[in-house]
């Protein structure tokens, strides 16, 4: 019996066989690696024309004059600006300048990340050229269905104001934004809208690290 299972082991083990496996799981690795770039390929530029689309909304959606604002190429980001940003609880990606239909500086249009409940909150909040806040939009997120994206969606909190439209008028003269203080949450909503008032914060603090 012994032996029975010794020669059963030598045959499973052939190298032949292993050889065979190997090139067989090479070649169908090789086959799925192809095919997923293939797929990449096919839908990177797509999703990037998407992105840039939701980009360019959400742009004009946080200017006060958005018929009348152009904006600008996209401004060299210094490390204080960076760095206030980060201390503020978001990332800095970009920031554009905005002007009105005379040429006259209106602002800034500045794209932040910060963390949600469910992973990051991409928007574009709007500040005037005296510090205030013109808007907020979101671009990119992936909150809770029904829950944090009530914030996304600018649902209105307890008092009847958006979620989002709260933070028009809030500048540094305000202090540091915090929900509960001078900042509202949506009911469940919770960390969805602390997200989104740490890129506000960010925000704010980009821009006046500019000096």
């Known amino acids: 019996m012994s032996n029975e299972v010794k020669t059963k082991e030598k045959i499973d083990m052939d190298p032949k066989y292993i050889v065979k496996l ?95 409940s469910q992973g990051s909150i991409e928007m574009m909040v709007g500040v005037d050229a005296e510090g205030a806040v013109t808007g907020v939009s979101v671009v990119n997120q992936s909150e809770t269905s029904g829950i944090g994206t009530k914030v996304v969606g600018n649902e209105p909190t307890a008092s009847g104001v958006g979620v989002l439209d709260q933070f028009i008028g809030k500048s540094a003269a305000d202090g540091t934004l915090t929900v509960g203080t001078n900042v509202d949450a949506i009911t469940g909503a919770t960390v969805s809208t602390k997200g989104v008032t740490a890129g506000v914060n960010a925000a704010l603090a980009a821009v006046a690290a500019m000096g």
């Open 22 to 116: 190997t090139v067989t799981l090479l070649g169908t690795c090789l086959i799925v690696a192809l095919l997923l770039g293939l797929v990449n390929g096919v839908t990177a530029g797509p999703i990037a024309e998407i992105n840039q689309q939701k980009t360019e909304a959400a742009m004009l959606a946080v200017v006060s004059d958005p018929d009348n604002t152009t904006f600008s190429d996209a401004l060299e980001l210094s490390g204080d600006m960076t760095a206030a940003a980060t201390a503020a609880g978001g990332t800095l990606n970009v920031m554009l300048e905005t002007e009105v239909q005379n040429g006259e500086a209106a602002g800034y249009a500045v794209k932040v990340t910060a963390s949600g």
